[in-house]
């Protein structure tokens, strides 16, 4: 397959990741019996060079940081993906780059957190490293 597909697909995977992130980090279900630590770090507050902030805002800053990285990934992915050969052989570091960064937040993902968002991380990372590899002669 040629490479703007694999950079086409992980755009759309990125996309959903995002969506998929965006509306589920900051929700606390029940069953996993941690509404008394979400409670506590939003009602901790403590004062960080003149701002008054509490650990739950840094947690929703942090997830904020990490949605705006996939959607700021799927634009890039889609970009890869409309180039031509050319430009993608001068680009092989930027190409490479995104591809190691995607496995490895794959694999801290598989360490960290559970399947949904570790399935997303490892398809993305292997479209990325499938669009990184150089094309094979026909």
Same mark, same amino acid.
């Given at each position: 397959?040629?490479?703007?597909?694999?950079?086409?697909?992980?755009?759309g995977l990125l996309?959903?990741?995002?969506?998929?992130?965006?509306? *589920?980090?900051?929700?606390?279900?029940?069953?996993?019996?941690?509404?008394?630590?979400?409670?506590?770090?939003?009602?901790?507050?403590?004062?960080?060079?003149?701002?008054?902030?509490?650990? +739950?805002?840094?947690?929703? *800053?942090?997830?904020?940081?990490?949605?705006?990285?996939?959607?700021?990934?799927?634009?890039?992915? +889609?970009?890869?993906? *409309?180039?031509?050969?050319?430009?993608?052989?001068?680009?092989?570091?930027?190409?490479?780059?995104?591809?190691?960064?995607?496995?490895?937040?794959?694999?801290?993902? +598989?360490f960290y957190f559970?399947?949904?968002?570790?399935?997303?991380?490892?398809?993305?990372?292997?479209?990325?490293?499938?669009?990184?590899?150089?094309?094979?002669?026909?």
């Amino acid at each position: 397959m040629k490479p703007s597909i694999y950079y086409r697909v992980a755009a759309g995977l990125l996309v959903l990741f995002a969506a998929g992130h965006q509306l *589920g980090f900051r929700k606390v279900d029940p069953t996993w019996n941690a509404d008394v630590v979400a409670s506590a770090m939003q009602a901790t507050h403590f004062t960080v060079q003149g701002f008054t902030r509490a650990y +739950w805002d840094f947690f929703s *800053g942090f997830g904020f940081f990490v949605t705006a990285f996939l959607l700021f990934s799927a634009v890039l992915a +889609w970009e890869l993906g *409309g180039l031509s050969a050319e430009v993608l052989r001068a680009l092989w570091r930027v190409r490479w780059a995104l591809a190691v960064c995607y496995a490895a937040i794959a694999i801290l993902t +598989w360490f960290y957190f559970f399947i949904a968002p570790g399935a997303f991380a490892t398809l993305v990372a292997l479209c990325l490293i499938a669009g990184a590899l150089p094309a094979r002669a026909k």
